[in-house]
């Protein structure tokens, strides 16, 4: 399944149930296969995160959390208080082998709206799933729902992928953003170019502070 990512996984699994099926197969080999290719993602992540939250006891949502990638250096990072929400059950199964987390939700990032209260959480972080045919900023709207005012959402994605998905092209992915931010959603921090996310594919970093 390693070469899932390279093949850019997009429109073969578009169909959600595909998607939590082929990363339930994956889940025992994921944090090799990735490792393998250089998948930078997650460890920038995790600091991308600790640029912005100082406080170590801060709640923390890792969205599309898989196997533990960022999680764990989180932990790393001084990050217990660590939440994570993954689409496919092995891949929790995984994670709560682990003992990266303190709660474990299966869930997905989307329209839905998440089993979690409003203003919940301190942080937001998820990286590597605004995929084509996986994530998308309809996933924005629960963001700013679940993290508390002052909070951070951080986002890290292959930036090819923002010129791969028919939601994503012509800048309706960056559109969506600004929308958010006029509304008064949430403020635009930060937008960082990222010269090797995964396999030396540049990448970007989007930051924002919940209002």
């Not at 993602?41 to 640029?51: F, H, N, R, T, Y």
């Not at 949430?186 to 090797?196: A, D, K």
């Given at each position: 399944?390693?070469?899932?990512?390279?093949?850019?996984?997009?429109?073969?699994?578009?169909?959600?149930?595909?998607?939590?099926?082929?990363?339930?197969?994956?889940?025992?080999?994921?944090?090799?296969?990735?490792?393998?290719?250089?998948?930078?993602?997650?460890?920038?992540?995790?600091?991308?995160?600790?640029?912005?939250?100082?406080?170590?006891?801060?709640?923390?949502?890792?969205?599309?959390?898989?196997?533990?990638?960022?999680?764990?250096?989180l932990n790393d990072l001084g990050y217990t208080n660590v939440d994570?929400?993954?689409?496919?059950?092995?891949?929790?199964?995984?994670?709560?082998?682990?003992?990266?987390?303190?709660?474990?939700?299966?869930?997905?990032?989307?329209?839905?709206?998440?089993?979690?209260?409003?203003?919940?959480?301190?942080?937001?972080?998820?990286?590597?799933?605004?995929?084509?045919?996986?994530?998308?900023?309809?996933?924005?709207?629960?963001?700013?729902?679940?993290?508390?005012?002052?909070?951070?959402?951080?986002?890290?994605?292959?930036?090819?992928?923002?010129?791969?998905?028919?939601?994503?092209?012509?800048?309706?992915?960056?559109?969506?953003?600004?929308?958010?931010?006029?509304?008064?959603?949430?403020?635009?921090?930060?937008?960082?170019?990222?010269?090797?996310?995964?396999?030396?594919?540049?990448?970007?970093?989007?930051?924002?502070?919940?209002?």
């Amino acid at each position: 399944m390693g070469d899932i990512i390279m093949a850019g996984i997009a429109d073969n699994l578009a169909d959600i149930n595909t998607i939590k099926e082929s990363y339930d197969r994956w889940a025992g080999t994921y944090a090799k296969d990735t490792d393998d290719v250089d998948y930078k993602g997650p460890i920038l992540g995790a600091e991308k995160l600790g640029q912005f939250v100082e406080d170590k006891q801060a709640l923390i949502l890792d969205g599309g959390c898989g196997v533990s990638c960022v999680g764990k250096h989180l932990n790393d990072l001084g990050y217990t208080n660590v939440d994570g929400l993954d689409l496919s059950p092995k891949s929790i199964e995984v994670s709560k082998s682990l003992n990266v987390y303190k709660k474990l939700i299966v869930d997905k990032l989307g329209v839905n709206r998440l089993d979690v209260a409003d203003v919940t959480y301190d942080a937001l972080v998820t990286i590597g799933t605004f995929i084509p045919g996986h994530v998308n900023q309809s996933a924005f709207k629960e963001f700013v729902r679940i993290v508390k005012p002052g909070g951070y959402v951080i986002i890290g994605m292959r930036e090819e992928f923002m010129d791969m998905a028919t939601e994503y092209q012509n800048d309706q992915f960056e559109a969506d953003m600004r929308r958010l931010a006029d509304k008064g959603k949430w403020e635009w921090t930060q937008r960082e170019p990222i010269n090797s996310f995964l396999a030396g594919k540049p990448g970007v970093h989007f930051v924002f502070k919940v209002l």
